[in-house]
């Protein structure tokens, strides 16, 4: 099972083309603002390192991002050890509530990856995010 397309983050994701604010569970994630907001439309805590884990790994569009690959965008250059990332899933899941425990999935010896297939999890268009 794919995105829906109203939600997919093709080509250009990454520089600013084509991203989108969209629900996922109770929350709204607004990938264009780096923010997510609860379901009263004030912002959920997250470091910088751990949305952009989240970025990531939406922009995979359900592919397995491997640990390497995470750790060698999100810290280029930067000499850190696997414990930074296991904090920033442990981080996202917490800001994404009951929805974060289910959709974003940890494949043994493999990577992280956001679970497109889970039903009723993300939302079927986007919506915008009021800051």
């Not at 805590?45 to 990531?56: A, D, N, P």
């Not at 965008?73 to 929805?99: E, N």
């Not at 889970?118 to 995010?129: D, L, Q």
Request: glycine share 12%; net charge positive.
């Amino acid at each position: 099972m794919r995105y829906p397309d109203s939600l997919r983050l093709g080509r250009g994701a990454m520089s600013g083309q084509g991203e989108r604010a969209f629900r996922i569970g109770e929350v709204t994630v607004d990938l264009e603002a780096g923010l997510i907001l609860d379901t009263a439309g004030r912002p959920v805590t997250l470091r910088r390192q751990s949305f952009e884990v989240l970025r990531h790994l939406i922009a995979a569009n359900g592919r397995v991002v491997g640990k390497e690959k995470l750790i060698s965008t999100v810290w280029p250059g930067i000499a850190v050890t696997d414990d930074s990332l296991v904090q920033c899933i442990h981080d996202i899941r917490r800001a994404l509530g009951p929805a974060g425990q289910v959709m974003l999935r940890t494949i043994p010896r493999r990577g992280s990856r956001v679970d497109p297939g889970t039903e009723g999890i993300i939302a079927s268009k986007p919506v915008r995010a009021v800051s």
